[in-house]
Structures are given as C-alpha cells and as structure tokens.
C-alpha cells in the first residue's frame, strides 16, 4: 500500500507543480520515494535516466524517470496509475530489462 500512496503522490506532483511553495518544502521529492521504495523501479531508473553516471538518481532524473513510468503504467491513458497498472508496469518492467 505505501508505494501505491506515493505513486499517488507522484501523478499529483506534475500538476501541483505549478505550486512551488508545496514541492519547495519537501526534503525528498515525491518522484524520488517512488524510486526509493521499490528496487526494480530504481534499478530501471538508473539504467535509463541517470544521465550523469553517478548511480544516484538526482530529483530531475528521478522526475524523468516518474514520467515514463507513468507513461508505462497508466494503461487506459486515464492520467491515474491504479495499483493494478502498478503491479502491471513493475512486472513488465522486471521481466524486460
Ligand atoms: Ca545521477
Ligand atoms: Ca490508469
């Protein structure tokens, strides 16, 4: 359940971003915990988005990666990733790379 709530708080980040007293406050970005939490997501994160090397995954990489996961996951395109879709995507993404 806790990745679901921040995968939550991931597909509220984009369009709160326009808030940035919210996201300012915030010692870890919602897009970072999501990769956090979740080794599969983070290994695939890291392979794909860690533009810099460093094996670290820095906020803007992890917002890169959050927003093609989300591409991924949302399978009817409704902009919401349920916790089937979530289940669905890290399978896939486990299995594929
Ligand atoms: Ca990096
Ligand atoms: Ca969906």
Redesign the pocket.
């Known amino acids: 359940m806790i990745r679901v709530i921040a995968l939550a708080m991931v597909g509220l980040a984009a369009p709160l971003s326009a808030q940035p007293a919210a996201t300012a406050l915030k010692p870890t970005p919602a897009a970072l915990n999501l990769f956090e939490r979740d080794w599969v997501l983070m290994n695939w994160a890291l392979k794909f988005y860690d533009k810099d090397r460093d094996i670290l995954l820095e906020p803007a990489e992890a917002e890169a990666a959050a927003t093609e996961f989300r591409k991924i996951?949302?399978?009817?395109?409704?902009?919401?990733?349920?916790t089937y879709?979530y289940r669905q995507a890290r399978e896939f993404i486990l299995a594929r790379y």
């Open positions: 996951a949302d399978a009817d395109g409704d902009g919401r990733v349920t879709e």
